[in-house]
């Protein structure tokens, strides 16, 4: 049970780090507010595993990673990253984007 529940939260928190990309916008993102992102969320992720995370994301093609000269990493959002928050394409199952809801009330 523990690890389903595991496994939603990290598909939240990549969710997360989406938009802080996309709030980054051509500046990019460093690992230090990743690692307060997660800090805040009460993700219990070590920095190794939020690290991994970006660098996922990195994998998927949403972003490019930039190691900064203390050897941080530094995530720069890509067209494909601004497509998946603009709900110009499908979210893959790794991530949990919310159901577009713009319809009016």
Do not use: H
Request: aromatic letters at 6%; charged letters at 30%.
């Amino acid at each position: 049970m523990s690890s389903a529940l595991d496994d939603i939260r990290k598909r939240e928190l990549r969710w997360t780090f989406c938009l802080a990309l996309r709030n980054g916008r051509d500046i990019g993102v460093s690992e230090k507010v990743f690692r307060a992102i997660a800090r805040d969320m009460k993700s219990g992720l070590s920095d190794n595993e939020v690290r991994e995370m970006v660098q996922y994301l990195a994998s998927a093609g949403y972003c490019t990673l930039e190691t900064l000269i203390d050897e941080s990493v530094l995530a720069v959002r890509t067209n494909k990253l601004t497509d998946l928050v603009e709900y110009n394409c499908e979210a893959p199952p790794s991530i949990a984007r919310p159901a577009k809801n713009w319809g009016l009330v």
